[in-house]
């Protein structure tokens, strides 16, 4: 089979030439992972074999991590595989990126008076046959006995009963295999659960079905294969029935999807983009390794992870040395003859190719892919403007080109203009009756950006036309505004009224490949060369966050921007198309000179 070309990226250090089998070691130092900047509580104290933290404030709590680190290597064995009935030693991306940040990060509640753990929420998403049913079990295993809390709930659940099981007979041979554990824990086989007597706790599997799972106090959740299911409604009855814990942990655990449009990609996004920016969810740890499908995913790999030894070094799935980023576990559990075998299958049978990419490269099979990097994004803020209207006082006066993305009466509408600095502004208007919604999954930011001026709400159900024909008159009147690009479904009436009010030049685009891959190519540029200011639009980022493209599978340098199905999220990004079409009016320049600027009036 003929391999789609793809673009290697230059080696940017030695790592990225070296040898498989010869990787340089990761070192890790926890004390400089981010973390809230809270000084609350006093010294931390928490002591073990003699060692004792003196750390306050949100920081790692080494002694902490040491306890789960030793639980694993003294009470637990391999229950299976090349590594089976040897102590559970874990290997040094389990411990250092997973085990010692999810359990050694605390914080103090005052709820509690006391500190607990940071992570209440942990998400994993990583290639398949690397080890996460043995990890699973072990983190089980030390929430129901070794963690300390009373009558502890541990559940494990995945698409169906057997599939949970899968996590759940590990848990039951470990068990078996640990004098310690054996002497202390209950199998009752009938039921799938293992009881801790001595605290009153117990583990089980349970049944995907949600409509009879909201009875449960669950100190911890385990959810195998986040892609399996068919929404959040299990998800969520444990998330809320883990209130009354002190320290819950909800952990899930997947790989990539293929439905761009599921709850799983929807859960696998969030992670990835917590792994972005730790601060926009403290409480959630992510682990996310995956392939990435373009330069710009690709780049952005090198930059939140400078020098890492297992970084991906091109886009090419069949180069040995970007399978180890996606396979944390290669060459140690996982042997790398394995992967080949299956990559010389996907090279030569196309059947077997998606497979590959999804389950061996953790890579989502599917057109469709996030767009922006905020990081790139936060980058170019050049300076954070205290409200709306001292961005337009800064611009006043001067050239520039608009947008107009004009949806649904029921719903946002968006104009952007862009000026030859790269200076950018929106306006976003939106009908009172979408605020709610929106305030649902933007944990209430909507009506704060609408109080503080981002977004201008039109009384009732619909948006008021004449509030957004004013409102571009205005900005007409406060800069010289080239022409105005705009989508042919926002109808003719609208542009003949525009027209009418400000005698400006309006033209016609869509979201086509065609119309847009231009504008999307200038704008990556630009992010990247740092040449654009938002001014810190928190709507604008929200948006730009949500964005989505699309690009065919024979072109992949054509890419289109995806509107999310607005009757199933919460997210919106008509602020962007709306950029995108000013962009493309920039890109068309300046209109020629009348001649009778070069010639003068003949008389």
């Not at 290997?91 to 605390?106: D, K, S, T, Y």
């Not at 010289?480 to 705009?486: F, H, K, L, P």
């Not at 001014?535 to 989505?548: H, K, T």
């Amino acid at each position: 089979m003929t391999t789609q070309a793809t673009t290697r990226r230059p080696a940017r250090t030695k790592a990225a030439t070296r040898p498989p089998g010869r990787r340089r070691a990761l070192t890790f130092n926890h004390h400089r992972r981010w973390r809230p900047a809270s000084r609350k509580g006093g010294r931390c104290g928490y002591t073990l074999d003699g060692r004792t933290c003196a750390r306050s404030g949100a920081h790692y709590c080494e002694p902490r991590a040491d306890r789960v680190v030793k639980f694993f290597s003294e009470l637990l064995v391999h229950p299976a595989g090349a590594f089976a009935n040897t102590r559970f030693a874990l290997a040094p991306w389990q411990e250092h990126e997973i085990i010692r940040p999810m359990f050694g990060e605390v914080i103090w509640s005052d709820q509690w008076g006391r500190y607990v753990r940071r992570y209440s929420r942990a998400t994993i998403v990583m290639a398949r046959k690397n080890g996460k049913s043995a990890l699973l079990s072990g983190i089980a295993l030390y929430m129901l006995c070794g963690d300390g809390e009373e009558s502890a709930e541990v559940y494990g659940a995945a698409a169906n009963t057997r599939q949970a099981g899968k996590v759940f007979e590990p848990c039951v041979k470990m068990v078996r295999k640990s004098p310690v554990l054996a002497s202390t824990i209950t199998h009752i086989k009938n039921a799938r659960r293992l009881v801790y007597e001595a605290r009153g706790s117990h583990y089980e599997v349970i049944p995907s079905d949600a409509d009879n799972e909201l009875g449960h106090s669950p100190h911890c959740f385990i959810l195998d294969e986040v892609l399996s299911q068919p929404n959040d409604k299990l998800w969520e009855a444990m998330v809320t029935g883990a209130g009354a814990r002190t320290q819950p942990l909800m952990l899930a655990i997947t790989t990539e999807t293929s439905d761009q449009a599921s709850f799983g990609a929807e859960f696998i996004d969030d992670a990835d983009r917590v792994m972005e920016d730790p601060a926009r969810a403290p409480h959630h740890f992510s682990y996310v390794r995956k392939m990435p499908r373009t330069q710009d995913e690709l780049d952005r790999l090198h930059r939140l992870f400078p020098g890492r030894p297992d970084l991906p070094v091109s886009l090419d799935p069949f180069d040995e040395a970007n399978w180890y980023w996606p396979n944390p576990a290669l060459g140690t559990f996982l042997a790398l003859q394995a992967l080949r075998v299956d990559a010389a299958e996907a090279e030569s049978k196309l059947s077997k190719l998606n497979s590959f990419l999804q389950f061996r490269m953790n890579q989502r099979v599917s057109q469709v892919s996030r767009w922006i990097p905020m990081d790139l994004w936060d980058l170019n803020a050049r300076e954070i403007a205290p409200t709306p209207g001292w961005i337009a006082g800064q611009l006043e006066g001067q050239r520039c080109w608009a947008g107009l993305d004009l949806s649904s009466k029921l719903d946002l509408t968006a104009w952007a203009i862009v000026f030859p600095d790269g200076s950018l502004l929106w306006r976003i208007w939106a009908p009172e009756s979408v605020v709610d919604h929106l305030d649902e999954h933007t944990g209430g930011m909507f009506s704060e950006w609408a109080r503080d001026g981002w977004v201008k709400l039109t009384d009732g159900d619909t948006i008021d036309y004449d509030t957004i024909y004013d409102d571009i008159e205005t900005d007409h009147e406060l800069y010289r505004i080239v022409d105005i690009t705009y989508d042919k479904w926002c109808g003719e009436p609208v542009r003949q009224e525009i027209v009418k009010r400000t005698r400006l030049k309006c033209v016609e685009s869509d979201t086509t490949y065609t119309r847009m891959t231009p504008p999307m190519a200038e704008f990556m540029r630009g992010l990247k060369s740092r040449e654009y200011a938002h001014f810190g639009n928190p709507v604008a980022r929200w948006m730009a966050d949500n964005l989505e493209c699309k690009s065919p599978r024979d072109d992949p340098d054509r890419i289109r921007p995806v509107k999310p199905a607005r009757d199933k999220t919460g997210k919106r990004i008509d602020g962007m198309p709306a950029l995108l079409f000013a962009i493309d009016g920039k890109l068309r320049g300046l209109p020629p000179p009348s001649v009778y600027e070069s010639q003068g009036m003949a008389l």
